[in-house]
């Protein structure tokens, strides 16, 4: 793995697990699942070194993090074209979309306010269509 030649701190064996898990799916993962999926690999990895991992990876560019309103984050691998997200409020499922008025927007912020925009976030949360279905 070339990137890890650009690391500030060294690429343990489970931020290297951590890593791959992420770095070979499409999927957003908290630090649990992250944890129960290692440990059904048989590389069992305790919580605590997780969210480790996870902060490192973040800040080195490997990963990109959702911040969500409790708190909590979710992790999706990075490189990804960007995208925003919407997230139930009941299952916690994440949906990827995006729309190109957006970029409106932020053409209109730059014009408004002078500002240069480096990029932007934007998660919405709500109920997800099978959960208003099941309710
Ligand atoms: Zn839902
Ligand atoms: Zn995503």
Same mark, same amino acid.
């Given at each position: *793995? &070339? &990137?890890?030649?650009? *690391?500030? $701190?060294?690429?343990? @064996?489970?931020?290297?697990?951590?890593?791959?898990?992420? /770095?070979?799916?499409?999927? %957003?993962? #908290?630090?649990?699942?992250?944890?129960? *999926?290692?440990?059904?690999? /048989? $590389?069992? &990895? /305790?919580?605590? !070194?997780?969210?480790?991992?996870?902060?490192?990876?973040?800040?080195?560019?490997?990963? %990109?993090?959702?911040?969500?309103? #409790? +708190?909590?984050?979710?992790?999706?691998?990075? +490189?990804?074209?960007?995208?925003?997200?919407?997230?139930?409020?009941?299952?916690?499922?994440?949906?990827?979309?995006?729309? @190109?008025?957006?970029?409106? &927007?932020?053409?209109?912020?730059?014009?408004? !306010? +002078?500002?240069?925009?480096? /990029? %932007?976030?934007?998660?919405?949360?709500?109920?997800?269509?099978?959960?208003?279905?099941?309710?």
């Amino acid at each position: *793995m &070339i &990137i890890v030649l650009n *690391m500030k $701190r060294r690429l343990t @064996p489970q931020r290297e697990a951590i890593l791959e898990l992420i /770095g070979s799916s499409d999927r %957003h993962w #908290d630090a649990e699942s992250i944890a129960k *999926m290692l440990a059904r690999k /048989g $590389r069992a &990895i /305790g919580l605590a !070194t997780v969210y480790r991992g996870l902060a490192v990876l973040e800040e080195e560019g490997l990963i %990109h993090a959702i911040q969500l309103t #409790d +708190g909590k984050k979710r992790y999706e691998r990075a +490189g990804k074209e960007h995208h925003d997200h919407f997230i139930c409020k009941l299952c916690g499922s994440i949906t990827e979309f995006s729309h @190109p008025a957006e970029a409106r &927007i932020l053409e209109h912020l730059s014009r408004e !306010t +002078g500002a240069v925009v480096h /990029g %932007h976030e934007f998660v919405v949360f709500g109920v997800c269509a099978s959960c208003r279905e099941a309710s």
